[in-house]
């Protein structure tokens, strides 16, 4: 069985940073690729960033280029985002996801993603 588990989120203010953490288990993890995706209320999810754990090629959505990074711990079996210069849209709940169908250096859409874990909220104050 796919299991996500993320971690690591909370509130922060405005210009501060946080790293989420997504633990997997129950597949192979080098075949997969996993994605980090948020949700406001009100709002679609969206792809944050995704990396693909076999060649470790990434994705970051325009908004969060230069301030956020996606990193994989094959080892671990853990996939990180470390989130720097945080500013108040940023504000959602945070999901990872993992599927081994998406094309490595992209996102996809949600509905690509098989297996998702239950969410960590990130809040950003002003």
């Known amino acids: 069985e796919v299991q996500l588990v993320e971690s690591g989120g909370g509130l922060v203010q405005a210009g501060g940073s946080l790293r989420l953490s997504c633990a997997a288990s129950g597949f192979t993890f080098d075949d997969y690729a996993i994605g980090w995706f948020r949700q406001a209320p009100g709002k679609e999810r969206e792809g944050v960033s995704c990396?693909?754990?076999?060649?470790?090629?990434?994705y970051y959505a325009d908004s969060v280029k230069g301030r956020f990074t996606i990193s994989s711990d094959n080892a671990k079996n853990t996939v990180y985002l470390q989130m720097n210069s945080l500013k108040p849209e940023d504000t959602a709940v945070y999901y990872c996801?993992?599927?081994?169908?998406?094309?490595?250096?992209?996102?996809?859409?949600?509905?690509?993603?098989?297996?998702w874990g239950q969410g960590t909220q990130v809040t950003v104050s002003s």
């Open positions: 990396i693909s754990s076999s060649d470790g090629s990434t």
């Open positions: 996801a993992a599927d081994w169908a998406i094309v490595p250096g992209t996102c996809g859409r949600p509905t690509d993603f098989g297996s």
